[in-house]
């Protein structure tokens, strides 16, 4: 079964917004804290973002101010906003459960995002 399904990556230049987004299955989203990861070439996969599912939120030091995670019941989606991107922002972005609680599920393909300066 598959678990998540993000959407939303592209090419942006510095200073540019994109907005991810991540389908999950139903019973996934209603039991578990969420996350956001990014891996980028050569690089291991890191935490960017993650929100409880009473709405508790949390960033890396790099996002800060510039990203908001946010999850919609309606929808059983989890939401990346992304803001005054920068070149280091560049990666491939996956959702998945709160690693900082629990092991992952299985992951899905992801999304690019790049960011030209």
């Known amino acids: 079964q598959v678990q998540f399904v993000e959407s939303g990556g592209g090419l942006v230049q510095a200073g540019g917004s994109l907005r991810l987004s991540c389908a999950v299955s139903?019973?996934?989203?209603?039991?578990?804290?969420m996350g956001w990861y990014r891996q980028a070439p050569g690089k291991q996969r890191e935490l960017v973002a993650t929100i409880s599912v009473a709405g508790r939120l949390n960033y890396a030091d790099s996002v800060k101010g510039r990203f908001t995670i946010s999850r919609d019941g309606a929808k059983n989606t989890v939401n990346l906003q992304m803001n005054s991107l920068k070149p280091e922002d560049t990666a491939v972005y996956y959702c998945n459960v709160d690693l900082t609680r629990q092991g992952p599920l299985d992951w899905g393909q992801g999304t690019q995002v790049t960011v030209s300066s």
């Open positions: 139903r019973r996934t989203f209603s039991f578990n804290a």
